[in-house]
Structures are given as structure tokens and as C-alpha cells.
């Protein structure tokens, strides 16, 4: 790839009711976190390669090959680059933009869409264009990346031998979750970007188990283990496999065990 930036400004045309892109540029520069700025425009990023950081407010997302992620006009944000990190963005403005934002429930809260990969010819072929057509070209890229979150997003269902790559990708999350206090399939389905209908239905047929029921019985298995390895606090046990009141915690233990922690821990001292 062209180790030099690529900046294309577009030409400004007053439509409030389209979308109107401003820059469409290929950043190669290592990217320094000093301090949070504001901008007064929407920015669609697409990362090419390596890995970085996004820090807002009072956190900080990690960036990876592939992700998709937006920045909002006077929301404060950085870019901090890490290992080998490349991106590309577009800068835009115009209520269409707002519109489409909103249909795909895209704002601060809800900003970054991983696991697009595929995109990443269709980006760079863009970016190649002559500065002539490269309002037309922008605004194409723009729109298209939207479709694609759309896409995703609205299918209730995937192809049929996508099924088992979908579900290797679920039971990785829960995997990885199962200890948030919070968890949900509404969560997970956000994170992974799929429809949550899709998530349970694709989960059940790939491994046979519903994804509660697969919860749980992970919790229950790590807190077996915490308990055979010395933990003695029940709450303690409980909260560290995701539940947040250990009386609910004893309930299932009990249910899926035939004993209460304490008795289980009597057992194996």
C-alpha cells in the first residue's frame, strides 16, 4: 500500500437533504494520543490493517482489521495507533447521512461494527480515483458501507453454511463474557452485529443448546472449579461467574449440582 497520504476534498454543493462528502482520505501516519478534539463533521473510518485505539470520554475501544467505526460532530475522540495501523475515512455532512444514522441506530453509544474485511478491496479501489469523480466515488463508498451495515444488521437469518462460522463466533463471545454480570443476548447481538432472532436460532442449531442454558452451565462449571481450587464466599464465587445476587446464584448451583455451594465445597475440602 502507498505508505503516503491520500486526501481528496470534495467540492462543496449545498443539499441539506442529501448526503454531502467532504474528505475521502488513506491516514498511513502513526497516530499519537495527547489530548481528546472535537470535530464538526460525521466520519465513517474503515481500518485496513494493524491494530489501535479510539478514546472518548471516559473509555477507550479497541480497533482492529476490518472494523467499521464512526465519529460525531462535538463528541470529543482520538486516535491512537498501535502496531502496523492503517485507516481510511469519510467526512460527511447532510440530513440523509442523519437519517440513515438513525435507521441503523448508529450514534456515541452504538459506534463500531467489526468483521468486515471483504470491504477492504471495494475501500482502496476508491480511493484510487481520479479527483474529478471523487465526489461521485466517496459518496458510492459512503453509501454502500452503509447497505452493508444494514444488511447485516436487518437479516433475520444467514446462508446455510454460514450457520457454523456464525456459531463458532457466538459461543467465542459467551466464552469470553460468560463472567459480565450484565450479559445478554441483546448484548452479544449488538456487539456481533447480527439479528438477535438469528443469534439464538443459528447458536441452537450448531451446537444443540440453547445459549441461556450453555450460560449457565459454564458459570456453574467455573464456579465448581473456584470452589475445588479454595474459594470459600459464596457471593464472591457467584459474582465472578456473572451473578449478581448470590442467593439466585445458590438457587442454580443447587438446581443444576443436587447440592448448595457450601455442601459442594463440604465435599470436596
Same mark, same amino acid.
Given at each position: ?15 441539506d437533504?442529501s ?13 499519537v494520543?495527547?489530548? +481528546?478534539?472535537? /470535530? @464538526? *463533521? ?7 490493517? $494493524?491494530?489501535?485505539h479510539?478514546h472518548? #470520554? ?8 476490518g472494523?467499521?467505526?464512526f ?12 502496531e ?30 467489526h ?20 465526489? +461521485?466515488?466517496? /459518496? @458510492? *463508498?459512503?453509501l454502500?458501507?452503509?447497505?452493508q451495515? $444494514? ?5 433475520? #437469518? ?15 463471545y ?11 443476548v ?11 432472532k438469528?443469534?439464538?436460532?443459528v ?12 450460560l ?28 449478581s445476587?448470590p442467593q ?16 459442594y465445597r463440604?465435599?470436596?475440602?
Open positions: 500500500m502507498n505508505t503516503e497520504n491520500i486526501c481528496h476534498f470534495i467540492p462543496y454543493h449545498r443539499d437533504h448526503i454531502h462528502t467532504i474528505h475521502f482520505v488513506l491516514e498511513t501516519q502513526p497516530q494520543y495527547r489530548s +481528546l478534539k472535537t /470535530e @464538526s *463533521v460525521y466520519k465513517m473510518y474503515y481500518v485496513f490493517k $494493524g491494530h489501535g479510539l472518548t #470520554a471516559g473509555e477507550i475501544t479497541p480497533l482492529s482489521e472494523d467499521i467505526f465519529s460525531f460532530p462535538a463528541c470529543p475522540f482520538a486516535i491512537e495507533s498501535g502496523n495501523f492503517e485507516y481510511m475515512y469519510i467526512s460527511f455532512l447532510g440530513s440523509r447521512g442523519n437519517m440513515i444514522m438513525d435507521k441503523l441506530n448508529i450514534n456515541r453509544h452504538h459506534f463500531l461494527f468483521h468486515f474485511g471483504h470491504l477492504a478491496d471495494f475501500w482502496k479501489s476508491g480511493i484510487s480515483v481520479t479527483r474529478a469523480f471523487s465526489d +461521485l466515488v466517496s /459518496e @458510492s *463508498v459512503l454502500y458501507t452503509f447497505s451495515l $444494514g444488511e447485516r444488521q436487518s437479516s433475520p #437469518a444467514r446462508k446455510t453454511n454460514e450457520a457454523p462460522g456464525a456459531g463458532l463466533l457466538i459461543k467465542k459467551i466464552d469470553d463474557h460468560y463472567s459480565d454480570t450484565d450479559f445478554s441483546t448484548a452479544l447481538s449488538r456487539e456481533l452485529q447480527y439479528n438477535p438469528y443469534v439464538s436460532a447458536f441452537k442449531k450448531t451446537f444443540g443448546i440453547g445459549i441461556i442454558e450453555y449457565t452451565t459454564i458459570r456453574i462449571q467455573q464456579a465448581c472449579t473456584m470452589i475445588e481450587q479454595g474459594f470459600t464466599s459464596v457471593s464472591d464465587i457467584g459474582y465472578r461467574c456473572g451473578f445476587d439466585y446464584f445458590s438457587k442454580v448451583f443447587k438446581k443444576r449440582m443436587g447440592m448448595a455451594p457450601e455442601n463440604k465435599t470436596h475440602a
